[in-house]
């Protein structure tokens, strides 16, 4: 649906200049959600803002539905930009303006009469969970609510895409959930086309279908999240899926592991599906001659479904032991031998 090529964007400098966005090549299929990665600098909003003509790009090309949006003219851009909706960090919402109004602006500018634009708007509000807030003004609602007017006003004109710029990094934790659930629901109502930005990778986890990484501009590992999650392939990829696997009690009970445990003899299991690991441990006990503990685990959801990461201690004759390993290593399991902290 969205097919992205050699798309470079240089800002030009007295000094030096930058390139933000170096030969970025990238495609998304319809209905997805896809999420782009990285650290401050990347180039991730330059990226989201080529993507609506915000900013235009020096070079390559981007087509929407065929629609090479990079060679159009001002006229049909404006049309085109009905299009694709926007979402942004700090909401952008015009103050003076009540929830209503605010959600009933695209419509006002695309020429719709008041009366269609009226039953569209509640719609809009039925849709987003606004009902009741119709008449307040942005300064009167929460952070959440003021996201929520954001997506009713991104989605007015019936967009074929949803552009998200850190569109919850404003918001608390429990809050950012609901505006991802949110989004997920239209994305599963609406079949609608969801791309977003970020720096959380618990974002991505969360929500996208596939996420690529981006770097000095360009995208350095891109596939399915499970995918990336359980094979993170470049050191930045790698940071990102710690942030979402590690936490404080992991380190502190592997430290402690490491402290009363053989390293030889800890086997870290990284599995796929919450239901594989219960079956294989009870297998291994009942088939080998070994004891089998379970030290440590953790299993993550995303939207492409659950993996983990399980560590057990095996004891028993060596032969056994090794025989235990080779059959877990002939199911869809990883084995590690010999965790290092
Ligand atoms: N209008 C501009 N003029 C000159 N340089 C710019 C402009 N906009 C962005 N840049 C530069 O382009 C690079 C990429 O910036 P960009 O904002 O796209 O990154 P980002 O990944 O979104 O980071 P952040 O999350 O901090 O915004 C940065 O070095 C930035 O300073």
């Not at 109004?101 to 500018?109: R, S, T």
């Not at 986890?205 to 996420?211: A, E, Q, T």
């Not at 690991?277 to 089998?292: C, G, P």
Request: hydrophobic share 40%; glycine share 6%.
């Amino acid at each position: 649906m969205i097919s992205i090529k050699d798309l470079t964007k240089v800002f030009p400098s007295n000094k030096e200049s930058l390139t933000a966005v170096d030969h970025l090549n990238l495609d998304i299929a319809k209905g997805e959600i896809f999420g782009v990665i990285g650290y401050s600098g990347a180039g991730k909003s330059t990226f989201i803002r080529l993507l609506n003509r915000l900013e235009n790009p020096t070079s390559g090309s981007i087509e929407i539905e065929d629609k090479d949006i990079t060679s159009l003219s001002k006229k049909e851009l404006r049309t085109t930009r009905q299009e694709i909706g926007m979402i942004f960090q700090h909401f952008n919402l015009l103050w003076s303006r009540t929830v209503r109004d605010n959600i009933g602006f695209p419509l006002e500018i695309a020429g719709v009469p008041s009366q269609e634009r009226k039953q569209r708007v509640d719609e809009l509000i039925r849709l987003v969970g606004l009902t009741g807030r119709e008449n307040a003004y942005p300064s009167q609602l929460s952070g959440g609510q003021k996201q929520r007017v954001g997506i009713a006003r991104a989605l007015a004109n019936n967009p074929k895409v949803l552009l998200c710029d850190e569109a919850t990094s404003a918001l608390d934790p429990e809050t950012t959930d609901s505006i991802l659930q949110l989004l997920v629901d239209i994305n599963e109502k609406l079949g609608l086309t969801i791309i977003l930005i970020t720096h959380e990778m618990h974002v991505i986890r969360k929500i996208c279908h596939r996420v690529a990484v981006m770097e000095k501009g360009q995208i350095v590992e891109q596939g399915d999240v499970l995918d990336i999650f359980l094979h993170p392939q470049q050191t930045v990829t790698k940071r990102f899926v710690e942030q979402v696997m590690s936490d404080n009690s992991q380190s502190e009970s592997l430290n402690w592991l490491h402290e009363h445990y053989d390293v030889n003899k800890i086997i870290r299991l990284k599995f796929v599906g919450e239901t594989a690991n219960h079956a294989l441990i009870s297998q291994v006990a009942k088939r080998f001659d070994v004891e089998i503990n379970i030290l440590h685990g953790k299993v993550t959801q995303t939207q492409k479904g659950a993996y983990g990461t399980l560590y057990v201690h095996l004891e028993g004759p060596d032969h056994d032991v090794q025989q235990a390993l080779e059959f877990i290593r002939s199911t869809s399991v990883e084995v590690e031998v010999g965790i290092h902290v």
